[in-house]
T-cell receptor, first 115, second 114 residues
């Protein structure tokens, strides 16, 4: 069985604050893929990043960074110097061979950035 | 095209009526997935296709939901005798294969059952 837990339901910050969104996953497979998607108020899903289980290097893309730690089964997402446009619901997802590669999503974290 | 096209954007049905949603995957993508999202919460997997064949339907409430992906036609998701709890946004996504590739999502179809 595979599972993704995003324990933070909602986070509220003021613009320019740094914020970290947590994602903890469960799988027995050794090969798996982790994803983050952003769902802004307009409703569409925007792909942010994919990580495979063999690559634990952290990644930075502008103000976004991701910390993948297999030891704690976590794939956390940090936004540095948050902006109002970052306000959205963020979803973490997992694909594994044992799950027929059907993506399993967490329940999402709603991020509200106040001006 | 390079986007997943879902129609209609919004559909309103009275309880008990039929609802049909459509999805045109990205050309060349072999896999299609349908998800249901209620109130911007979790994405519930419904069904996936590999070309026109059902790949996984473990999430489908089979008594009222059905789906097809036929050659040279958009995929469809049909709900017979809609219920209030079917009100949700239905997302379609496509992927080149079943493995690591990123799913590209459509903009969703909002179904409101009154």
């Amino acid at each position: 069985a595979q599972k993704v837990t995003q324990a933070q339901t909602e986070i509220s910050v003021v613009e320019k604050e740094d914020v970290t969104l947590d994602c903890v996953y469960e799988t027995r497979d050794t090969t798996y893929y982790l994803f983050w998607y952003k769902q802004p108020p307009s409703g569409e899903l925007v792909f942010l990043i994919r990580r495979n289980s063999f690559d634990e290097q952290n990644e930075i893309s502008g103000r976004y960074s991701w910390n993948f730690q297999k030891s704690t089964s976590s794939f956390n997402f940090t936004i540095t110097a948050s902006q109002v446009v970052d306000s959205a619901v963020y979803f973490c997802a997992l694909r594994t061979s044992g799950g027929s590669y059907i993506p399993t999503f967490g329940r999402g974290t709603s991020l509200i950035v106040h001006p | 095209g390079e986007e997943v096209a879902q129609t209609p954007k919004h559909l309103v049905r009275g309880e008990g009526q039929k609802a049909k949603l459509y999805c045109a995957p990205i050309k060349g993508h072999s896999y299609v997935f349908w998800y249901q999202q209620v109130l911007k919460n979790e994405f519930k997997f419904l069904i996936s296709f590999q070309n026109e064949n059902v790949f996984d339907e473990t999430g489908m409430p089979k008594e009222r939901f059905s789906a097809k992906c036929l050659p040279n036609s958009p995929c469809s998701l049909e709900i017979q005798a809609t219920k209030l709890e079917d009100s949700a946004v239905y997302f379609c996504a496509s992927s080149p294969n079943s493995g690591a590739n990123v799913l590209t999502f459509g903009a969703g179809s909002r179904l409101t059952v009154l």
